[in-house]
């Protein structure tokens, strides 16, 4: 009997013990990782902290002003220009010999997929280091948008929750990172993308899938009223390609339920597209703004009325070059960016949307690259950084980011160099405030 104790103990309960143990270990480890790699917020900006003797590009002209002072008081700008009077208790931050920009707005990210290069599948080992930076907010992804000056993103398309938590945790000085415009979902259809493209469930609250009319003004209802609304609502109208997949479009009744229920609640509709079917139907419902500009659709020029019918009716475009351009050969390429240019000739306002979150489109890099891409697409400097800040702000009606004027929030770039002649300055940060609190500092 004593021989059998002591072999349970040796066998059975010394074994139990330290599985306990070590499930004890993992679990105060796995708790202590998270909460040391969450990258919060520092503390919110105090007291008034001058910027002096740099380059301002003010208003939503982006006008440069020579040797300006910038006085930014609790988060806010109050006072900005070059003959500006310092507080004396003011602190004192010399930006001499440098360009101060607003910060940077991606206009097409998707902030809940993880990053990979172009061709690389996300294999079984990588799903824990997946699940971990899901649960933590990608901190990784927030550090990239703003160590290269992008401090908004706007989500288009996301987890609805999981995203709402998001931005109720950055809104709320729970976590760094950029501020977040969200669609939450996406509206699509059971033979759409990423439906029928990605896997997603059709039940996924990544996507919502009307039936009719009635139950697709419900759905946005219910995105676009409450204590927490979403900032706006995206649509994907896109037949595919017929030689790789044919998509199916959300039907045109659902599709002009949808953007009609959004207006109702002063809401704005952002569709991706792909052909010249998909840009009728979205431009006889309504749409605010397209993303992406892809051959399918205009390769060969634009459908006859275009682009001044998009202009006419105040529609944006992100042509999301820094996803598509590097499938393109040379002569879709030139394609593409001629209809860009014919967009912007004819008035037509330009988004900067980098799709970040695709494959080897990657958080804050992405979006430099888009600038850079509209740059040799013929658009000037001052055309791309105005698309990548002043636009995107007007377009959402988010008036208190994008524009360098007292009353803004101070989410500020300061980079060396002039971007206005040399668009890859702005690679070269010094430093990034984001609601005036310093966020990336590399003098």
Do not use: C
């Amino acid at each position: 009997m004593v021989a059998l104790r002591r072999g349970l103990r040796r066998w059975v309960l010394y074994p139990l013990i330290f599985l306990v143990v070590a499930l004890l270990v993992a679990v105060v480890a796995g708790y202590a990782f998270y909460r040391l790699t969450l990258y919060k917020a520092g503390p919110a900006q105090s007291g008034r902290l001058a910027l002096t003797g740099g380059t301002v590009l003010l208003g939503p002209e982006l006008n440069p002003v020579a040797n300006a002072t910038v006085i930014i008081e609790n988060g806010v700008i109050v006072a900005v220009g070059p003959d500006v009077e310092i507080p004396p208790d003011a602190e004192r931050r010399d930006v001499s010999g440098r360009t101060v920009l607003p910060g940077l707005i991606d206009s097409h990210v998707h902030l809940s997929s993880p990053e990979r290069e172009r061709g690389e599948e996300i294999g079984f080992w990588d799903m824990p280091g997946v699940v971990a930076d899901w649960v933590r907010y990608y901190p990784g992804k927030r550090q990239d948008f703003l160590r290269h000056g992008v401090t908004t993103v706007r989500s288009m398309g996301d987890e609805n929750a999981w995203v709402h938590d998001f931005r109720r945790k950055i809104a709320q000085g729970e976590l760094e990172g950029p501020r977040l415009l969200i669609a939450g979902p996406m509206f699509t259809t059971p033979g759409g993308h990423p439906i029928a493209t990605f896997g997603l469930e059709r039940n996924s609250d990544a996507v919502r899938v009307p039936s009719s009319p009635e139950e697709a003004r419900e759905m946005v209802r219910a995105l676009v009223t409450g204590d927490d609304p979403v900032d706006l609502i995206k649509v994907i109208q896109e037949r595919g390609n017929p030689e790789r997949k044919v998509l199916e479009p959300i039907r045109p009744d659902i599709l002009a339920a949808i953007i009609d229920e959004a207006h109702r609640h002063h809401t704005k509709v952002f569709a991706h597209w792909g052909t010249r079917e998909d840009l009728a139907d979205l431009v006889a419902a309504g749409i605010d703004g397209l993303d992406h500009l892809e051959p399918r659709g205009v390769r060969d020029g634009w459908p006859d009325g275009y682009p001044e019918t998009l202009v006419q009716q105040g529609i944006t475009l992100a042509p999301t070059l820094a996803v598509t351009d590097p499938g393109f050969d040379e002569d879709t390429r030139r394609a593409i960016y001629e209809r860009l240019r014919e967009f912007r000739d004819a008035g037509g306002r330009v988004i900067a949307g980098s799709d970040a979150g695709m494959p080897g489109v990657h958080a804050g890099d992405g979006l430099l690259r888009e600038i850079e891409l509209l740059v040799a697409a013929g658009l000037t400097p001052h055309e791309a950084i105005t698309a990548a800040t002043v636009t995107p702000a007007a377009a959402l009606r988010a008036d208190t980011i994008g524009v360098i004027e007292p009353g803004r929030a101070a989410d500020l770039l300061i980079v060396r160099g002039d971007p206005l002649s040399d668009i890859g300055a702005l690679r070269d940060v010094d430093a990034v405030l984001r609601d005036g609190r310093s966020v990336v500092a590399n003098d």
